[in-house]
């Protein structure tokens, strides 16, 4: 049995009277790809902003590689120095590029690694050019953001994210800033990561490909899971009159 990357216990998050997810339990084993579809306001992004602790779980449990996250009985975290530890071992892709606009592509790449892990900077500067060539961008280090396409961007991104050695990537919709014509560019490389075994948590509206890669697909209605399963029952046999006008709207 492969050991756990990710776990999620009775995740609950409210904003003021809203309450956005209530009650979500998933897991992720190293190597799985979990793909988490649903509609607009059905909690995807915010369940991931809770692993990655961007937002404050107003209750729940959050494990990372076995280590509970320590949190008060409000969800806010106990220990800040082990949020700030167990965040460097989860990459996160948002759907914005985020990318340092005064910074070069390689500049970008090596930022945290160097100012925050204490990575050497030659050593940085070799992991940052093996990852630009992983994501066919080679030629682009000395480019700034504003001189690369979107699909060019996210894929720096996913180079950012990747060059912190992750234990697991996170997701949040990371094609659906870009034009069409330059989502498959972004999906290739996330489907390169999934085909060498990399731990994924992934939020997206691209049905096809989350059937292609998943392990388990989650669908969450309304901070609920509605139904969950492998892909080929989820997409093939769906059993949620909800999934099913779901899925009948997206494709």
Not at 54 to 77: K, N
Not at 160 to 170: F, G, H
Request: charged content about 25%.
């Amino acid at each position: 049995m492969r050991p756990e990357a990710i776990r999620v216990t009775g995740l609950r998050k409210s904003f003021g009277a809203l309450e956005v997810l209530k009650g979500v339990s998933i897991s992720a084993r190293e190597g799985d790809v979990v793909t988490l579809i649903g509609g607009s306001g059905s909690g995807k992004s915010t369940l991931l902003r809770c692993v990655n602790f961007l937002e404050t779980p107003s209750a729940g449990q959050i494990v990372i590689g076995g280590e509970e996250v320590l949190c008060r009985a409000d969800g806010r975290p106990k220990d800040r120095r082990q949020i700030e530890r167990l965040r460097q071992s989860l990459g996160m892709v948002f759907q914005q590029f985020n990318l340092w606009t005064h910074k070069t592509v390689l500049e970008n790449l090596i930022e945290v690694p160097v100012h925050v892990l204490g990575l050497p900077k030659e050593e940085a500067v070799a992991r940052a050019r093996h990852l630009l060539d992983r994501v066919g961008l080679a030629q682009k280090e000395d480019a700034y953001p504003a001189f690369l396409s979107g699909g060019q961007q996210q894929r720096a991104a996913i180079a950012r994210a990747l060059c912190m050695q992750p234990r697991a990537m996170l997701f949040d919709e990371p094609t659906s800033a870009l034009d069409p014509e330059l989502v498959g560019e972004v999906l290739a490389v996330i489907r390169s990561l999934a085909d060498e075994g990399r731990t994924m948590l992934l939020v997206t509206h691209e049905m096809r490909f989350a059937r292609e890669v998943s392990d388990h697909v989650v669908y969450l209605y309304n901070g609920l899971i509605e139904e969950q399963g492998p892909p080929e029952q989820l997409f093939g046999d769906p059993q949620s009159s909800r999934l099913k006008q779901f899925l009948k709207s997206v494709t």
